[in-house]
């Protein structure tokens, strides 16, 4: 009788996933998030970002790189009127 419930303790207790089995799930599960959410604001995951390019999040251990967006200089006079004489 005492080696039934032995190895019913045994049994029940390998069968589960163990809990590093489930930090390294959830881990994954982050990265594959990250790396989602940097392709949705047009980024891509690189070693290292350039000068026009700024870091969105960390998608494992790189970062995600973002290129700045382009903004027209104001101009404070309008060129496009006619001088009067």
């Not at 069968?15 to 489930?22: A, E, Y």
């Not at 390294?24 to 970002?49: D, F, M, N, P, W």
């Not at 390019?53 to 200089?73: H, T």
């Amino acid at each position: 009788k005492m080696l039934y419930i032995f190895l019913t303790f045994v049994f029940t207790g390998s069968c589960g996933p163990s809990v590093l089995q489930r930090r390294t799930r959830e881990k994954t599960r982050e990265i594959t998030q990250r790396i989602s959410e940097c392709h949705l604001v047009r980024g891509a995951c690189k070693t290292s970002c350039n000068a026009w390019e700024y870091v969105y999040n960390y998608c494992s251990v790189e970062p995600c790189c973002v290129i700045r967006e382009y903004l027209k200089p104001i101009t404070k006079y309008s060129t496009t009127k006619a001088y009067k004489e």
